[in-house]
């Protein structure tokens, strides 16, 4: 179709089209949920599970105490989902934008997420938004063999898992689903609530490795300008990196994305059943389909009447009305270049905006769309030319095809620029969104406080930015001091319960029938999934925007949820915004059983002076009924400090009570039984997360007792030699902190680099985690600062893990509090503060804590006296074997045996030659061997400790100090025989099993 001059009012249409194509683009579209970087993080770690063995570790939780309980079991994955996984990760990943990219964000968000589609054809699951899903899975998976367009379709409803616990989440907050009306809080308590967990989400590392190979040019002549030596030695090294936008693809997907989700054919389910709702009048696919389909059906009109006529009737009604027609038929075909080319454009969109690892280009977005109006939407709209079509008739075209509401959004984008556009349809231009998208920290208490957005039977609910980290995000900053700490999986129950879900959906026949035995042994059975598919996923979700989707509320539930939600209870964590759902009916024989419920006990009697094994405490009675009280501990140096908060409540039998203790966020269950004087109590004390359980002792302050046993062990009192306590380990003392060199006597300053450091002391909270308290004495003649990552603490149990922190904390504060503003310590002066590091493991000893500035230097000091947790002996003895060479470790092989599952273990000492701390990861070091069928089998990418049965696993990296040795172990998924072979993606070295 010729171009010609356009005129003001086809500069307007083409403008206000680019104004809604851009829209498209903007992050600033309603109900986004998880922001793109949380659906990418939390995705990324469901497909590095699955491509590590081909299954997915499916956990069990406490549903009433909202604690992972441990782990359910590892089940395969559908082998068609695992081969289009490890055949197209790239596309995987374009498709977890889901509906917020593809076929472009404003139909997703208000064609896609809203319970607006009808119901596939023959299909008892939901409409809405599970119609798209199905539509989706059936085409782009079980009836095509693309590997890229199953990954990407697996992706999409990867996006759909993480909206369903996401929306349930914000909604919470905000009162209900994005609204503008009847109160624009609630869009804007939406846009900050979710921009800043996307703040506070970790960073995503690649499932996949890359390598490079080195070792220069294979031509002789470059070899020799370059100056190499003439023999070519070729090596590869292997490295997970940051997710970038080269790692997203469409390549293959584009025609699916196409067909499947842009162009309405007449006829199609996507005309049919699928592009339906409000919404649909301002989607670029649905407007342009309707327009087109219009047109073709006028063509074929005309085609058919021409053809009804002969002579010179058929040749004058051609020249009558062929001018327009052969116009028509050149429209068609610019709106199906154009539409075809959508999926590109939404594509590169998303790499500008999402994957961009610079940060969001928007002037990048922005000459995307420019281009593609230059190249198609001019044309798609109807361009003027000097025979046929004039503005008027290309009006009169419109009016006749489109429905009323598509006519006036045409009509409208006429006349409105961008911001106008967008403010109508999300209540503000773009630079009134922008700095509520940029900076949600800044605006969060200013907005998240202020009452207001409630709507449709739906109440808001008011939360401060401190209150939201501490409470809600595991996170100790009482603002956005620290923009480095983030979120974890386990402590955020939406995001844990979208990975579990994911999981699910993964599962193939195989997979399905071993979780339901599984769950079936544990008294939860699964009814049937609803709908045409198996997937777990599909048939139940009617709104991506809305909560509870799970709960049913009339409609089809998941086969996970039904039957009472027996099952539900198992794998899904308790979280905000969830509704009352789940009854827990009494059997019939434990109403036959179970005498008659007593009164609720009255707590006075428990009130009052308490010493105890972890504190003193008084406790009294509130107002709402709970026994409450503060600990006070006791330091080593005889002082007391503010410990734990214990509640305690009725435990439904005489003189036991239950409830919990709580510090610096973290929580531990507690059950006491005291005796009947209530002079008494004995009981146990369980931290969140941990399989193990601590005594607690107490009696009255006033009865005589025995001097009850600090929680917090004193520290080393000064000594030319400290005297660490013994352990319950075998080893009866710690390794030294290396060959030949000695621990730095605690209570004394020793000198570093630029400062001098004095070890103080090192507790143990309640929740596993070790405090170190130092103060550093500035030797220089100028001001220092303090900030995360100037000093490096490298704490290292008995088998030589080490885990490592940088993050200081105020050491006078009870709780761990961050500072106000990086600290600066002028010359001569004295600061003091703390780290707080995890363990490796709750069953190894700790030995030392090394404090550097630099790796040039660090002083080691004795940590032994600390105990976390409940140690276990070693499961196999150090080898004693020589030592070979990786590229920066040594490796030793200790031996091999089967664990109590039945699974092949490798226990193998890695020592550190270098003078520098080292590091190894999960997959950093693989193992192979011969299977049972004859093909090499690896190591899966996970690492543990040597004690005791295997169980929780090692963090994802472990620290080496200089010239220590630590002691690993790894594990086959089957057994294996003849030489092992380990390697760290640089260097191999063979093995032979010693047993």
Known sequence: MALFKLSRARRALISGVCGLALLASLPAAPAYAWKPKTHIYLAEEVLRD??????????????????IVGVLGEYPVDPAILAALRAAPRQFRAGVLGPDAYPDILTGQQVIHPEAAHALDND??????????SHLWRRGFVESGSPEVRAFTVGYLTHAAGDVFAHTFVNHFAGGEFALTPDPTNAVKHLVLEGYIGKRTPSTISAVSSSVTTGGPLNERKREDLGLEPEVTRSRSTYYGTITQEQTSIAGVEGFIYEELTYARPGSVLERNLMRGEGTTRSIPFVFSTLRNGLQAEVEAYDRERMSRSGPARLAYAATHGPVAEYKRAWIKDIDDGLAAFPAVSHEIAKAIVYNEGGSDMARAKAVMDQYVVDHQASMAGAPDAVVATAAFISGVIDAILPPPAREALRAMMQAPMDLLIKGVSGRTADEWADYLKNPETHFDEVMTRPGGGHGGESDHVIDLATFNRDYLGIEDPGYQNPSLTWRIEDLPPAFNTVQLTKLMLLGDAGLEQIKTDLSAR???????????????LGWIRSLDAGNQWQGGGAPQPAFAAQGGAAWRLLFLNQVGEKPWIEEPASAEDAATSPPSAPAQDLAPFAGDWVTTYGRVTLAVDNDGVLRGRLMVRDSDGGEREGERLELRDGGQAGVLTGASLYAGHRSDVVLTFDAERQTFAGTSQAEGTASKSDWTGQRAAAPAPQPEPAP???????????????????????????????????????????????????????GSVHVFLTVRNTTASNRSIGAGVFKAVMTDVDGVGVSESQIWRATSAAPESFDATPVVGPGEEFSFRFVLSPASQVSPLSTVAIRESDARSLAFDVSGVTVGQVAPPAARAGAGGFKALSELDVRIDGVARGRDGRMEVFLTLRNPGDRVRTTSKGGIKISAQGPDGVRITTRSALYPVRGPRSAELPLLVYIEPGREARLRYVFEAPVSGPLTISDGSIEQVFTAGR
């Open 523 to 537: 008294g939860a059975g699964m009814g049937e999934n609803p709908g045409q598919f198996r997937n777990l996923l």
């Open 50 to 67: 699955a491509l590590d063995n081909g299954k997915v570790t499916i956990y069990q939780t406490d549903y009433h105490t909202g604690r």
């Open 124 to 133: 008892s699951g939901a409409a809405g938004s599970n119609a798209w899903l």
């Open 713 to 767: 062990p004193p520290a080393p009192t000064p000594a030319p030699a400290p005297n660490p306590a013994p352990t319950p380990a075998p080893e009866t003392t710690p390794p030294p902190a290396s060959p030949g060199r000695p621990l730095a006597q605690a209570g004394v300053f020793h000198e570093l680099e630029d400062f001098d450091v004095r070890f103080d002391r090192a507790v143990a909270a309640r929740n």
